[in-house]
């Protein structure tokens, strides 16, 4: 098992940043892969990004590609992703998940969210 745990939202100008972090506990050696999705009011969840454990492969969803990076800290079993030049469109609960899929999926562990507010 994975506990996931984000942190790090909150209400921000359009224009702004904001860093999530997700933090893992658990059998974390376990998963090789891990996101961050997002899902807004009335809309399905979408993928945003994310990260090989080893640090070797990054993906985005075109939207946030160039304005959100994500990162990993092995040492504290930490997966960032630094939001830059934040849209009212990015505005959205973000999750964290683990897995061994692809980037995309499947994922086998997920956070319980955290909630990002860009105001225009």
């Known amino acids: 098992q994975v506990q996931l745990v984000e942190s790090g939202g909150g209400l921000v100008q359009a224009g702004g940043s904001l860093r999530l972090a997700c933090a893992a506990s658990g059998r974390t050696s376990s998963s090789r892969v891990f996101g961050w999705f997002r899902q807004a009011p009335g809309k399905e969840r979408e993928f945003v990004a994310s990260?090989?454990?080893?640090?070797?492969?990054?993906n985005y969803v075109h939207s946030v590609a160039g304005r959100f990076t994500i990162s990993r800290d092995n040492a504290k079993h930490t997966v960032y992703l630094q939001m830059n030049s934040l849209k009212p469109e990015d505005t959205a609960v973000y999750y964290c998940?683990?897995?061994?899929?692809?980037?995309?999926?499947?994922?086998?562990?997920w956070g319980q969210g955290t909630q990002v507010t860009v105001s225009s």
């Open positions: 998940a683990a897995g061994n899929g692809g980037p995309r999926g499947p994922y086998d562990y």
């Open positions: 990260i090989t454990w080893a640090g070797n492969s990054v």
